[in-house]
């Protein structure tokens, strides 16, 4: 069953601009983890939060965890047009080995 | 690069067909993975090994016949395939279960 779901599916938004994606997951985790596919590639891994850490940074990026309401959001600040991808969020739930992820979404940055 | 290679990176097969996908990691790790993905769908796990052992199957049809003779390959049988099967098929690896996966560039399967 699937344990993460990203909202929005897509989202367009102008160069520059932040880009904002949330994460919704189901069960208790021992961390959740952001990644980035560009269109028929593989996922690159862009971070990643434990479930006692409650914000972190990389760069650009900045992703909170909210354990309480089971959430998780990634910021992608000044946005740029290489940053047009598909983000996805990635659970693993407590005393599992594996990811579990989500549907995703589908970022566009308009130059 | 991730560190993760993956051959072919384009396969079109026929549903009578047998062929192999075959994974490589050179990062030293203890998992790997095969995953699918469809349009439309969130990433499928499909099976999963740790230190050459399956500890993970997702209830993959038998046509799909996964192999690891040790922690840095990992191969994807195929054998009459139906085209649903068609999709984008990813591999990785990771440390151990819970942490980073790295993931290969993936094989594009287009089963006719």
């Known amino acids: 069953s699937q344990q993460g779901e990203e909202d929005p599916q897509a989202l367009s938004i102008q160069e520059g601009e932040n880009a904002t994606m949330n994460c919704s997951y189901k069960t208790s985790i021992n961390n959740l983890q952001w990644y980035r596919q560009n269109s028929g590639r593989g996922l690159v891994h862009l971070i990643l939060?434990?479930?006692?850490?409650r914000e972190k940074h990389s760069g650009r990026l900045r992703v909170t965890l909210d354990t309480s309401k089971k959430s998780s959001s990634l910021l992608i600040t000044a946005s740029r047009a290489a940053d047009t991808a598909s983000y996805f969020c990635?659970?693993?739930?407590?005393?599992?080995?594996?990811?579990?992820f989500g549907q995703g979404t589908r970022l566009t940055i308009n130059p | 690069e991730t560190g993760v290679t993956q051959t072919p990176r384009h396969l079109v097969m026929g549903m009578t067909n047998k062929k192999s996908l075959k994974c490589e990691q050179h990062?030293?790790?203890?998992?790997m993975y095969w995953y699918k993905q469809s349009a439309k769908k969130p990433l499928e796990l499909m099976f999963v090994y740790n230190f050459k052992e399956q500890t993970e199957n997702n209830s993959v049809p038998s046509r799909f016949s996964p192999e690891c003779p040790n922690s840095s390959h990992l191969f994807l049988h195929l054998h009459t395939l139906q085209p649903e099967d068609s999709a984008l098929y990813l591999c990785?690896?990771?440390?151990?279960?819970?942490?980073?996966?790295?993931f290969g560039p993936g094989t594009r399967l287009l089963v006719l």
């Open positions: 990062l030293g790790h203890n998992a």
């Open positions: 990635a659970t693993v739930p407590g005393g599992a080995q594996k990811l579990v």
């Open positions: 939060i434990r479930s006692n850490e």
């Open positions: 990785a690896s990771s440390q151990d279960g819970q942490e980073t996966q790295y």
